[in-house]
């Protein structure tokens, strides 16, 4: 029997905390037209004579804070998940990961997977939230590649999850571990989810409402109220609120002891990492608040592998 592949699928992070790894990325990522719905005469120059010249110094500071021996945070996460999910599927599949934007592309990672025999090919994408710049982008890079192909194998995509039992009972195990594990009991649990632009849920994206049911799940399995905010605004536009960073400076302001989760990543990065760890902290401090923390992703822990292969058994179902 031909062998099966599962691919695991994150956003993408620079090679390097350097200005000119990083306008690599953003490079790519930013003429997604699915990420920026901007016709591209009319934003391929701001995104070239404006942003490229001037963001990728201050992203690359940024980066340069949460670097590891190991380099990316996200790109260490995700190779962590990959070598945990193939320890437990064995020899019945072959798992490999690819980011959507920067190294390892899909496309050379089907390739490689085709080339190691894989005629059925599960694609996963990272994303437990269901968004047009995130998990359709992913399928549009897959279709893409596909088309160069004489060969095709079949396919299956791992679908949105954000409200699995599977994926809230993980969420709930994790943040209970720790919350558990603070030197202060936190008044306000935050949930903070990345940003879009108010246009994409009026034209009919379901990504705001999926956040607000997973946070509403999620809170009756804890048994106390989770507050919702949106984070990583980018542009002029009206974003999905109430704002990450306007809700952390109000709680400062109430003296509150809060703790911040980020349940829409699969894997801590940058957003979390630098915007909510050490910004969101900073900002909540200036305001006068009192204890903060942020509680990591799932990541590779225990909770998230188990969820993670549950969810990737289920869509492999008939093929093992």
Known sequence: MPCIGVLLVNLGTPDAPTASAVRRYLAQ????????????LLWQPIL???ILPTRPRKSAEAYAQIWTDEGSPLAA??????????????ETARVAHAMRYGAPAIGPAIDALMAAGCRRILIAPLYPQ??????????DAVTAHLATLRWQPALRFLPPYPADPAYIG?????????????????????????GMPERTRALGDPYHDQCRATARLLAEALGRPVEVAFQSRFGRAKWLEPATDATLARLGREGRDVAVIAPGFAADCLETLEELAIRGKAGFAAAGGRHFAYLPCL?????????????????LAGWL
């Open 77 to 90: 996460i995700t190779r962590r998940q990959t070598a945990a999910l193939q320890d437990t599927l064995g």
């Open 130 to 139: 269901y968004c047009a710049a995130t998990t359709a982008t992913v399928v």
């Open 299 to 315: 990541n590779d822990s225990a909770a998230g592998m188990t969820m993670l292969e549950a969810l990737i058994g289920r869509e």
């Open 29 to 40: 990522f930013l003429s997604d037209a699915r990420v920026v719905e901007i016709p591209a």
């Open 48 to 50: 070239r004579g404006a």
């Open 170 to 194: 993980a969420l709930k195990a994790s943040v209970t571990a720790g919350l558990a594990a603070l030197d202060f009991v936190p008044d306000t649990l935050v949930a903070s989810f990345h």
